[in-house]
Protein backbone atom coordinates (compact mmCIF):
# COMPACT_ATOMS: atom_id res chain seq x y z
CA UNK A 1 0.00 0.00 0.00
CA UNK A 2 0.85 3.38 -0.79
CA UNK A 3 1.65 5.57 2.33
CA UNK A 4 -0.76 8.58 1.72
CA UNK A 5 -2.41 11.02 3.97
CA UNK A 6 -5.84 12.49 3.67
CA UNK A 7 -7.01 16.36 6.17
CA UNK A 8 -9.96 18.16 7.03
CA UNK A 9 -10.22 21.56 8.41
CA UNK A 10 -13.89 21.14 9.56
CA UNK A 11 -17.27 20.85 7.39
CA UNK A 12 -19.71 23.62 7.02
CA UNK A 13 -18.27 25.88 5.18
CA UNK A 14 -19.91 27.43 2.60
CA UNK A 15 -19.37 29.65 -0.36
CA UNK A 16 -19.39 33.38 0.32
CA UNK A 17 -18.85 32.38 4.03
CA UNK A 18 -14.84 33.15 3.41
CA UNK A 19 -13.06 36.98 2.13
CA UNK A 20 -10.10 35.93 -0.69
CA UNK A 21 -7.60 36.65 1.99
CA UNK A 22 -9.56 33.90 4.80
CA UNK A 23 -9.43 31.13 1.40
CA UNK A 24 -6.07 32.16 0.42
CA UNK A 25 -5.15 31.71 3.81
CA UNK A 26 -7.08 28.32 4.57
CA UNK A 27 -5.89 26.13 1.20
CA UNK A 28 -2.42 27.45 2.00
CA UNK A 29 -2.40 25.42 5.90
CA UNK A 30 -3.85 22.78 3.84
CA UNK A 31 -1.28 22.47 1.60
CA UNK A 32 1.64 22.91 4.19
CA UNK A 33 0.43 20.44 6.55
CA UNK A 34 -0.35 17.93 3.80
CA UNK A 35 3.52 18.36 2.80
CA UNK A 36 4.46 18.14 6.54
CA UNK A 37 2.87 14.89 6.51
CA UNK A 38 4.23 13.58 3.20
CA UNK A 39 7.51 14.70 4.19
CA UNK A 40 7.45 12.40 7.46
CA UNK A 41 6.10 9.31 5.70
CA UNK A 42 8.77 9.87 3.00
CA UNK A 43 10.91 9.57 5.34
CA UNK A 44 9.38 6.52 6.55
CA UNK A 45 8.54 7.24 9.19
CA UNK A 46 4.62 6.54 10.93
CA UNK A 47 1.02 7.23 10.24
CA UNK A 48 0.73 8.64 14.06
CA UNK A 49 3.89 11.17 13.04
CA UNK A 50 2.43 11.84 10.12
CA UNK A 51 -1.21 12.95 11.50
CA UNK A 52 0.35 14.46 14.42
CA UNK A 53 2.26 17.08 12.50
CA UNK A 54 -0.45 17.78 9.94
CA UNK A 55 -2.72 18.41 12.86
CA UNK A 56 0.11 20.69 14.26
CA UNK A 57 -0.05 22.93 11.38
CA UNK A 58 -3.89 22.85 11.48
CA UNK A 59 -4.07 24.16 15.22
CA UNK A 60 -1.74 26.76 14.49
CA UNK A 61 -2.99 28.37 11.63
CA UNK A 62 -5.84 30.98 12.72
CA UNK A 63 -8.04 30.12 9.55
CA UNK A 64 -9.57 26.46 11.80
CA UNK A 65 -11.55 25.92 14.62
CA UNK A 66 -9.09 24.42 16.59
CA UNK A 67 -5.82 25.52 18.43
CA UNK A 68 -5.44 29.06 17.52
CA UNK A 69 -8.48 30.64 15.85
CA UNK A 70 -10.76 27.96 17.80
CA UNK A 71 -14.45 29.31 18.85
CA UNK A 72 -15.28 30.93 22.20
CA UNK A 73 -17.34 29.22 24.73
CA UNK A 74 -20.61 30.97 26.47
CA UNK A 75 -18.27 32.23 29.18
CA UNK A 76 -15.70 34.46 26.38
CA UNK A 77 -13.12 30.96 26.65
CA UNK A 78 -11.18 28.91 24.45
CA UNK A 79 -12.05 25.16 25.09
CA UNK A 80 -9.62 22.52 23.40
CA UNK A 81 -10.51 18.42 22.87
CA UNK A 82 -8.58 16.58 20.70
CA UNK A 83 -7.85 12.68 20.39
CA UNK A 84 -5.31 10.49 18.69
CA UNK A 85 -5.72 6.48 17.80
CA UNK A 86 -3.92 4.01 16.18
CA UNK A 87 -4.72 1.16 14.27
CA UNK A 88 -2.03 -1.10 15.11
CA UNK A 89 -3.21 -2.37 18.53
CA UNK A 90 -5.49 0.63 19.26
CA UNK A 91 -3.99 2.42 21.61
CA UNK A 92 -5.54 5.85 22.00
CA UNK A 93 -5.13 9.20 23.87
CA UNK A 94 -7.67 12.17 24.47
CA UNK A 95 -8.12 15.75 26.22
CA UNK A 96 -11.07 17.95 26.99
CA UNK A 97 -11.28 21.06 27.96
CA UNK A 98 -7.79 21.86 27.81
CA UNK A 99 -7.28 25.87 27.60
CA UNK A 100 -3.68 26.61 27.58
CA UNK A 101 -1.83 23.80 25.72
CA UNK A 102 -0.47 24.98 22.69
CA UNK A 103 -1.31 21.78 20.69
CA UNK A 104 -3.81 19.76 22.31
CA UNK A 105 -3.23 16.87 19.27
CA UNK A 106 0.38 16.51 20.92
CA UNK A 107 -1.05 16.04 24.89
CA UNK A 108 -3.44 13.49 23.08
CA UNK A 109 -0.46 11.73 22.19
CA UNK A 110 1.09 12.01 25.63
CA UNK A 111 -2.10 10.71 27.80
CA UNK A 112 -1.54 7.40 24.72
CA UNK A 113 1.89 7.21 25.14
CA UNK A 114 3.25 8.04 28.57
CA UNK A 115 0.08 7.58 30.86
CA UNK A 116 -2.60 4.33 31.37
CA UNK A 117 -5.55 6.67 30.90
CA UNK A 118 -7.32 7.25 27.07
CA UNK A 119 -9.11 10.99 28.33
CA UNK A 120 -8.14 13.27 30.58
CA UNK A 121 -10.39 16.66 31.03
CA UNK A 122 -10.02 20.46 32.40
CA UNK A 123 -7.23 21.36 35.06
CA UNK A 124 -5.63 17.57 35.13
CA UNK A 125 -5.11 17.56 31.82
CA UNK A 126 -3.10 20.55 32.11
CA UNK A 127 -1.49 20.10 34.83
CA UNK A 128 -0.44 16.28 32.97
CA UNK A 129 1.17 18.78 30.25
CA UNK A 130 2.56 20.26 32.56
CA UNK A 131 4.40 17.65 33.91
CA UNK A 132 5.43 16.18 30.64
CA UNK A 133 6.62 19.40 29.50
CA UNK A 134 4.22 20.36 27.07
CA UNK A 135 4.06 24.18 25.39
CA UNK A 136 1.68 26.37 27.21
CA UNK A 137 0.70 29.51 26.22
CA UNK A 138 -1.85 32.57 27.46
CA UNK A 139 -5.01 32.20 26.40
CA UNK A 140 -4.77 34.95 24.06
CA UNK A 141 -2.99 33.00 21.84
CA UNK A 142 -5.83 31.04 20.33
CA UNK A 143 -7.95 34.32 20.19
CA UNK A 144 -8.74 35.45 16.84
CA UNK A 145 -10.94 38.49 16.41
CA UNK A 146 -13.71 36.88 13.82
CA UNK A 147 -14.23 34.41 16.42
CA UNK A 148 -14.65 36.67 19.03
CA UNK A 149 -17.40 38.55 17.03
CA UNK A 150 -18.83 35.24 16.09
CA UNK A 151 -19.72 34.78 19.87
CA UNK A 152 -20.82 38.46 20.17
CA UNK A 153 -23.23 37.93 17.34
CA UNK A 154 -24.85 34.46 19.15
CA UNK A 155 -24.84 35.78 22.33
CA UNK A 156 -26.62 38.50 21.09
CA UNK A 157 -29.10 36.58 19.24
CA UNK A 158 -29.63 34.97 22.34
CA UNK A 159 -30.10 37.78 24.17
CA UNK A 160 -33.09 38.63 21.43
CA UNK A 161 -34.58 34.64 21.56
CA UNK A 162 -34.63 35.00 25.13
CA UNK A 163 -36.75 37.69 25.08
CA UNK A 164 -39.17 37.07 22.94
CA UNK A 165 -39.71 33.13 24.24
CA UNK A 166 -38.31 33.44 27.83
CA UNK A 167 -40.09 30.01 28.61
CA UNK A 168 -38.26 27.73 25.93
CA UNK A 169 -35.98 25.09 27.34
CA UNK A 170 -32.13 26.41 27.51
CA UNK A 171 -31.39 23.07 25.65
CA UNK A 172 -33.56 23.90 22.88
CA UNK A 173 -31.94 27.61 22.61
CA UNK A 174 -28.71 26.18 22.58
CA UNK A 175 -29.39 23.40 20.17
CA UNK A 176 -31.01 25.69 17.80
CA UNK B 1 -12.59 21.10 13.78
CA UNK B 2 -9.23 19.96 12.14
CA UNK B 3 -8.03 16.00 11.51
CA UNK B 4 -5.84 14.07 9.95
CA UNK B 5 -5.53 10.09 8.65
CA UNK B 6 -2.81 8.43 7.49
CA UNK B 7 -1.34 5.09 6.59
CA UNK B 8 2.51 4.10 6.62
CA UNK B 9 4.43 2.22 4.85
CA UNK B 10 3.85 -0.36 7.15
CA UNK B 11 0.50 -0.54 6.56
CA UNK B 12 -0.52 0.69 9.89
CA UNK B 13 -3.48 3.39 10.13
CA UNK B 14 -4.01 6.51 12.17
CA UNK B 15 -5.90 8.97 12.91
CA UNK B 16 -6.51 11.87 15.32
CA UNK B 17 -8.86 15.15 15.61
CA UNK B 18 -8.78 18.35 17.36
CA UNK B 19 -11.49 21.12 17.92
CA UNK B 20 -12.50 24.47 19.58
CA UNK B 21 -15.90 22.66 20.18
CA UNK B 22 -19.27 25.05 19.34
CA UNK B 23 -19.21 28.94 19.59
CA UNK B 24 -21.35 29.80 22.61
CA UNK B 25 -21.01 26.68 24.07
CA UNK B 26 -22.17 25.91 27.84
CA UNK B 27 -21.82 23.84 30.92
CA UNK B 28 -18.17 22.52 29.78
CA UNK B 29 -19.92 20.56 26.60
CA UNK B 30 -18.13 18.13 24.86
CA UNK B 31 -18.56 16.82 21.17
CA UNK B 32 -17.70 14.03 19.90
CA UNK B 33 -13.74 14.96 18.77
CA UNK B 34 -12.02 13.66 22.05
CA UNK B 35 -14.41 10.49 22.21
CA UNK B 36 -13.03 7.44 20.77
CA UNK B 37 -15.52 5.75 18.85
CA UNK B 38 -17.52 9.07 18.11
CA UNK B 39 -15.16 11.55 16.07
CA UNK B 40 -11.90 9.41 16.12
CA UNK B 41 -11.57 5.87 15.45
CA UNK B 42 -8.12 3.86 14.17
CA UNK B 43 -8.09 -0.11 13.60
CA UNK B 44 -6.44 -2.52 11.90
CA UNK B 45 -8.45 -2.04 8.14
CA UNK B 46 -10.03 1.10 8.41
CA UNK B 47 -9.65 4.73 10.25
CA UNK B 48 -11.99 7.84 10.85
CA UNK B 49 -11.74 11.48 12.24
CA UNK B 50 -15.09 13.51 12.05
CA UNK B 51 -16.17 17.38 11.79
CA UNK B 52 -19.91 17.87 12.48
CA UNK B 53 -22.63 18.13 14.82
CA UNK B 54 -21.00 16.26 17.85
CA UNK B 55 -23.67 14.85 19.47
CA UNK B 56 -24.95 13.41 16.93
CA UNK B 57 -22.02 11.54 16.30
CA UNK B 58 -21.74 10.57 19.65
CA UNK B 59 -25.76 9.11 19.48
CA UNK B 60 -24.57 7.06 16.36
CA UNK B 61 -20.88 5.64 17.30
CA UNK B 62 -20.01 7.72 13.53
CA UNK B 63 -16.17 6.57 13.36
CA UNK B 64 -16.21 3.23 14.90
CA UNK B 65 -19.61 2.67 13.04
CA UNK B 66 -18.13 3.63 10.14
CA UNK B 67 -14.93 1.02 10.36
CA UNK B 68 -17.64 -1.61 11.78
CA UNK B 69 -19.15 -1.22 8.32
CA UNK B 70 -15.95 -2.21 6.51
CA UNK B 71 -15.04 -4.85 8.78
CA UNK B 72 -18.00 -6.87 9.03
CA UNK B 73 -19.86 -5.71 5.91
CA UNK B 74 -16.97 -5.66 3.22
CA UNK B 75 -17.76 -2.08 2.49
CA UNK B 76 -15.47 0.30 1.01
CA UNK B 77 -14.21 3.76 2.60
CA UNK B 78 -16.78 5.14 0.56
CA UNK B 79 -19.85 3.48 0.71
CA UNK B 80 -19.63 3.05 4.68
CA UNK B 81 -18.72 6.95 5.29
CA UNK B 82 -21.51 7.31 2.98
CA UNK B 83 -24.07 5.57 5.14
CA UNK B 84 -23.03 6.76 8.57
CA UNK B 85 -21.82 10.19 7.61
CA UNK B 86 -24.70 11.28 4.61
CA UNK B 87 -27.63 8.66 5.75
CA UNK B 88 -27.87 7.82 9.26
CA UNK B 89 -26.56 11.00 10.98
CA UNK B 90 -28.74 13.35 8.53
CA UNK B 91 -31.72 10.98 9.37
CA UNK B 92 -30.89 11.94 13.26
CA UNK B 93 -30.87 15.74 12.50
CA UNK B 94 -27.12 16.49 12.59
CA UNK B 95 -24.40 17.36 9.84
CA UNK B 96 -21.11 17.31 9.32
CA UNK B 97 -18.21 15.25 7.33
CA UNK B 98 -15.54 13.26 7.93
CA UNK B 99 -12.22 11.39 6.57
CA UNK B 100 -12.42 7.56 6.17
CA UNK B 101 -9.04 5.73 5.06
CA UNK B 102 -9.21 1.66 4.52
CA UNK B 103 -6.17 -0.67 5.17
CA UNK B 104 -5.77 -1.19 1.18
CA UNK B 105 -5.43 2.43 0.44
CA UNK B 106 -9.01 3.72 -0.35
CA UNK B 107 -9.91 6.78 1.11
CA UNK B 108 -13.11 8.96 1.13
CA UNK B 109 -14.27 12.28 2.18
CA UNK B 110 -18.07 11.88 2.97
CA UNK B 111 -19.86 15.25 4.00
CA UNK B 112 -23.23 16.60 3.93
CA UNK B 113 -22.55 20.30 4.04
CA UNK B 114 -22.07 22.95 1.59
CA UNK B 115 -18.50 22.60 1.65
CA UNK B 116 -15.54 20.67 4.14
CA UNK B 117 -12.14 21.80 4.37
CA UNK B 118 -10.21 18.82 3.19
CA UNK B 119 -6.65 17.66 1.47
CA UNK B 120 -5.03 14.23 0.56
CA UNK B 121 -1.48 13.44 -0.91
CA UNK B 122 0.44 10.46 -1.32
CA UNK B 123 4.20 9.95 -0.54
CA UNK B 124 5.50 10.85 -3.48
CA UNK B 125 2.43 12.95 -5.13
CA UNK B 126 1.37 16.45 -5.25
CA UNK B 127 -1.30 17.86 -2.41
CA UNK B 128 -4.97 18.52 -3.72
CA UNK B 129 -6.99 20.64 -1.02
CA UNK B 130 -11.09 21.58 -1.96
CA UNK B 131 -13.22 23.70 -0.12
CA UNK B 132 -16.46 23.60 -1.37
CA UNK B 133 -18.95 21.02 -2.45
CA UNK B 134 -18.54 22.55 -5.99
CA UNK B 135 -14.82 21.37 -6.28
CA UNK B 136 -14.18 17.37 -7.39
CA UNK B 137 -11.24 15.94 -5.00
CA UNK B 138 -11.36 12.30 -5.74
CA UNK B 139 -12.80 10.85 -2.44
CA UNK B 140 -15.75 13.13 -2.35
CA UNK B 141 -18.76 11.12 -1.44
Known amino acids: ?176 | TVGAVAIDAQGHLAAGTSTGGMTNKRWNRVGDSPVIGAGTWADSRCAVSGTGWGEFYIRSAAAHNICARVAHRGESAAQAGGKVINEEIVALGGDGGALVMTADGGYAFPFNTPGMYRGWVSVDGTPQVAIYASETLQGDV
Request: charged share 25%; no cysteine; hydrophobic share 40%.
Open chain 1, 1 to 176: VTPQLIIHGGAGVAPGDLSAEEERGARAALQEALLRGQAILKAGKSAQEAVVAAIVVLEDSPYFNAGRGAVFTHEGRNELDASLMLGNGQRAGAVAGVRRVKNPITLAQAVMEQSPHVMLTGQGAETFAKEKGLPLVEPDWFRTEKRWQQLQRRLAEEAGKQAARSDEAEYRRYVG
